[in-house]
């Protein structure tokens, strides 16, 4: 039950495309594609924002945008805007109904 | 307006335990998984627990095993967290969170989250 790693940080400038790693093992992003991906400004709750790997939950933009290859899911945030400003977390499935988050990625829009 | 609001949390001395409790409303709250998340200080998110919807089955992070209890009581509506053996290292804010399905099912992961209780471990 190892946390999935993620850069600790990433930037970008408004209207620029950002894309945030998160690389597990053959324990939870290898075996399946069911990770979820969390928005968290300061002082509050998480936000979900992509679950099942590239699902968007009713209400949450369309610049937001999952993926995976191999050991590594991703979150893609296109059009980067102001308030996308926030601690980013990745959560994998890891079998036996069990779930690891990712070590987070704090986003700066420069 | 669908709700999860935590209660429970403090200060308690390493070796202690403090009951944690999860109020919901304004959804069926028997037909969901529920699952508790703590968040240390300047730190991660980290899944701790989580519980079928009739309880049946619980789950849990090797960490807190054999020291931390889920339970639900569906007559109230209410999700808990037992914690006993406390640690410095259980520090952290609790929050309680919802499995989200979607149109096709369970889509693993959680949509609706209680503003989280802080638990202090400390001498």
């Known amino acids: 039950q190892s946390a999935l790693t993620q850069p600790a940080s990433v930037s970008g400038s408004p209207g620029q495309s950002i894309t945030i790693s998160c690389t597990g093992t053959?324990?939870?992003?290898?075996?399946?594609?069911?990770v979820s991906w969390y928005q968290q400004h300061p002082g509050k709750a998480p936000k979900l924002m992509i679950c099942?790997?590239?699902k968007r939950p009713s209400g949450v933009s369309n610049r937001f945008s999952g993926s995976k290859s191999g050991n590594t899911a991703s979150l893609t945030i296109s059009g980067l805007q102001a308030e996308d400003e926030a601690d980013y977390y990745c959560?994998?499935?890891?079998?036996?109904?069990?779930?690891?988050f990712g070590t987070g990625t704090k986003v700066t829009v420069l | 307006e669908v709700q999860l609001a935590e209660s429970g949390g403090g200060l308690v001395q390493p070796g202690g335990s403090l009951r944690l409790s999860c109020a919901a409303s304004?959804?069926?709250?028997?037909?969901?998984?529920v699952t508790w998340v703590r968040q240390a200080p300047g730190k991660g998110l980290e899944w701790v627990a989580n519980?079928?919807?009739?309880?049946?089955?619980?789950y849990y992070v090797d960490s807190v095993k054999g020291r931390f209890t889920i339970s639900r009581d569906n007559a109230k509506n209410s999700l808990y967290l037992q914690m006993n053996s406390l640690r410095v290292e259980d520090t952290a804010v609790y929050y309680c969170?919802?499995?989200?399905?979607?149109?096709?099912?369970?889509?693993?992961?959680?949509?609706?989250w209680g503003q989280g209780t802080m638990v202090t471990v400390s001498s």
């Open positions: 969170a919802r499995g989200y399905y979607d149109s096709s099912g369970y889509c693993y992961g959680f949509d609706i």
């Open positions: 304004g959804f069926t709250f028997t037909t969901y998984w």
């Open positions: 519980i079928k919807q009739d309880g049946s089955e619980k």
């Open positions: 053959s324990r939870d992003v290898v075996t399946f594609n069911l």
């Open positions: 099942e790997g590239s």
């Open positions: 959560c994998s499935y890891a079998g036996g109904n069990t779930y690891v």
